[in-house]
C-alpha cells in the first residue's frame, strides 16, 4: 500500500498542474507523441522480473529477522516489486592464505561483501555447507513469501585452486581463461553438488545453471575487485559438455544456461561458436550493459530460431538522480522492445551508497536501509505488468504495453527522460472503460495514484521531466 509519506502533496499538486496548465497554453513539450496500443498485437509472454542475490543477501542474511521480513517482503510482495526470478551465486572462494592476491582485494573496488565464501576452501577437503548461510537464509525466506520464485544458480569464477592464477578474480592476462584445463571436469562437479545439496537439504532445485559471467570479457584480472574469470568461447563448450552430461547423471532437473556475456555483441559471438553445444543447454542469458537495439533484435531472431527461453539476466547503470533512473528505465524498454526476454533481472537489489545501481540504500554494519527513488520507478512496471502477461507490439521506444492473461487488463507505461515536459496520446482501438487508474513517479512523486478518463477511446498524458505514468485499463470483453 501507499503509505503518506510516499503520496503527492496538495501543494505540489497544484504546482504540477500550475505547470501543466503552462505548458499546453505554449505548446512547449519535449515530445508529443500519438501512439495506438492494440491488445492484439501480441508479443512475448512474461515469465517474470528479478535480481541477482550476489553480493547483497550475503551481508543482509546477517541482519535481524525483522529486517530480513521486511528486505524481502519489499523486493517480493505483489504491492512491492513484485519480483520472482532470483539469481543464487555459487561462490568460488579465495585462497585464506593470499598466497596469489592481495590481501582484501575486492575491497578496493566493490567493498568486503564482494568477498563471496567457497565450499571447498582446498582440494582435498570436505564440503562446507555453512559457509554460505546467510545468502541461503535469504533465498529461503524468498522462498517462503513467494512459493512461485523461480531460481537460477550462477558462478562468476570457480575456487582459487581449480584457476590458473591461484586467485578467484582473474587471470594476470585478464582477457585469458583462468579455470586450469585439468580443473574442467572438477568445476563441473563442483557446481552439481552445490546444486544437488539445495535439492537434499533445502527442497530447492534451480530450475538452470549458469557456469559463466560475462566470460569473453577482458577486465577479470588477477587480484580484481571481484570473482571473475574469463572463458574463451571455444572453453565454454568443453565446460558445456562436461557439466551437461554430469547434470543428466545428477537426477536433478536442472538444465544449463549460457552464456552471460556482458554485452549483446559478446552474446553474438558467444552464440555463433557455441555450434551443436546449443543442444546442450536450456536458456540463453545476455546482460545488456552494452547493447544497440540491432543487436537486440539479431540476438532475439537467432535464439528464437535456436527455440531457446531468453533471459536478460543482469543489467544496472550510473548516472545522477531521477534522471539517471529514467534513463536505465528505457533501457528496460528498449530489452522487453527488441530482444523480447521472457525474464529480465536487476544486477544489485541493495548498495551502501548511491541511488543508481541499487533499488534500496542501506548500510550492512549499522543495519540500516530505505528505498531510494529507483525503486519505485522499478515498481511503475514491475507492479503492475505480472507474470503471464503478454507484451505488445508498440511503435513508440518511450512506451510498454502489456496485456492480462485473460485479456482484461490493460498496463501501459511510458517515460520521458528529457528536461521538458512531454505529452503523449494513446489510441486503444478495443472498448475499456472510461475510468483508467494512473500512477505517477516523478522528482516529487513516489508511485502517486491518479485517475484518467478515457474519451472515444483515446487517452491523453502529460509528463513532467525525468518522469514515468502507468496506466492501468480494464477491458469489457
Known amino acids: ?68 521480513d521486511v528486505l524481502v517482503d519489499w523486493l517480493t510482495s505483489p504491492e512491492g516489486l513484485n519480483y520472482n526470478l532470483f539469481r543464487y551465486n555459487i561462490g568460488g572462494g579465495d585462497d585464506p592464505q593470499n598466497r596469489n592476491c592481495e590481501l582484501h582485494h575486492m ?3 566493490k567493498g568486503l561483501r564482494a568477498e563471496m565464501p567457497g565450499f571447498k576452501l582446498y582440494p582435498e577437503s570436505a564440503y562446507d555447507w555453512s559457509a554460505d548461510s546467510s545468502q541461503v537464509k535469504i533465498m529461503l525466506k524468498i522462498r517462503e513469501k513467494r512459493p512461485d520464485a523461480i531460481f537460477e544458480a550462477f558462478s562468476n569464477s570457480a575456487p582459487w585452486w581449480m584457476t590458473i592464477s591461484g586467485c578467484c578474480a582473474g587471470n594476470k592476462d585478464a582477457g585469458t581463461d583462468n579455470l586450469h584445463p585439468k580443473y574442467y571436469d572438477a568445476f563441473a562437479q563442483y557446481l552439481v553438488d552445490v546444486c544437488q545439496h539445495m535439492k537434499l537439504q533445502y527442497g530447492i532445485e534451480f530450475r538452470t545453471l549458469e557456469p559463466f559471467n560475462e566470460s569473453l570479457s577482458n577486465y577479470w584480472g588477477q587480484s580484481g575487485s571481484q570473482e571473475g574469470c574469463h572463458f574463451d568461447v571455444a572453453t565454454q563448450v568443453k565446460v558445456i559438455d562436461i557439466l551437461h552430461k554430469k547434470l543428466q547423471k545428477s537426477g536433478l532437473k536442472t538444465v544449463i544456461s549460457a552464456s552471460d556475456e556482458t554485452s549483446t555483441a559478446h552474446a553474438l559471438t558467444a552464440f555463433d561458436g557455441y555450434g551443436k553445444a546449443l543442444k546442450q543447454i536450456g536458456q540463453w542469458n545476455v546482460h545488456t550493459y552494452g547493447a544497440t537495439n540491432q543487436e537486440r533484435q539479431e540476438l532475439y531472431n537467432k535464439v528464437k530460431a535456436a527455440n531457446l527461453p531468453l533471459w536478460m539476466s543482469e543489467s544496472g547503470s550510473g548516472g545522477n538522480g531521477i534522471a539517471g533512473n529514467i534513463n536505465m528505465l528505457q533501457r528496460l524498454f528498449d530489452d522487453m522492445r527488441y530482444l523480447q526476454p521472457i525474464g529480465w533481472c536487476d544486477w544489485q537489489y541493495i548498495e551502501e551508497k548511491g541511488d543508481q545501481w541499487n533499488l534500496v540504500l542501506g548500510n550492512y554494519k549499522e543495519q540500516w536501509f530505505k528505498r531510494v527513488k529507483n525503486y519505485y520507478v522499478r515498481q511503475q512496471v514491475t507492479r503492475f505488468i505480472k507474470s503471464g502477461y ?3 507490439q508498440v511503435d513508440n521506444d518511450q512506451t510498454l504495453a502489456a496485456i492480462s492473461p485473460d485479456d482484461k487488463t490493460l498496463v501501459i507505461v511510458c517515460l520521458n527522460n528529457t528536461e521538458e515536459f512531454a505529452k503523449m496520446k494513446y489510441q486503444i482501438p478495443v472498448a475499456v472503460r472510461d ?14 495514484p491518479s485517475l484518467g478518463v478515457v474519451v472515444d477511446n483515446e487517452i491523453e498524458v502529460s509528463l513532467p521531466p525525468h518522469a514515468v505514468k502507468t496506466m492501468v485499463f480494464s477491458i469489457d470483453n
Do not use: H
Not at 32 to 41: C, D, I, L, T
Not at 435 to 448: K, N
Open 107 to 109: 575491497a578496493k573496488g
Open 390 to 392: 503478454s507484451f505488445l
Open 435 to 448: 475510468m483508467v487508474r494512473i500512477y505517477t513517479t516523478s522528482v516529487s512523486e513516489d508511485l502517486c
Open 1 to 68: 500500500m501507499i503509505k503518506k509519506n510516499e503520496e503527492c502533496s496538495g501543494n505540489m499538486k497544484k504546482i504540477v498542474v500550475t505547470l501543466l496548465l503552462i505548458c499546453f497554453s505554449q505548446n512547449i513539450f519535449a515530445q508529443s507523441a500519438q501512439v495506438v496500443v492494440n491488445p492484439e498485437n501480441k508479443a512475448q509472454q512474461l515469465e517474470g522480473w528479478g535480481v541477482s542475490l550476489c553480493w547483497w543477501a550475503n551481508s543482509c542474511g546477517k541482519m535481524s529477522d525483522e529486517q530480513i
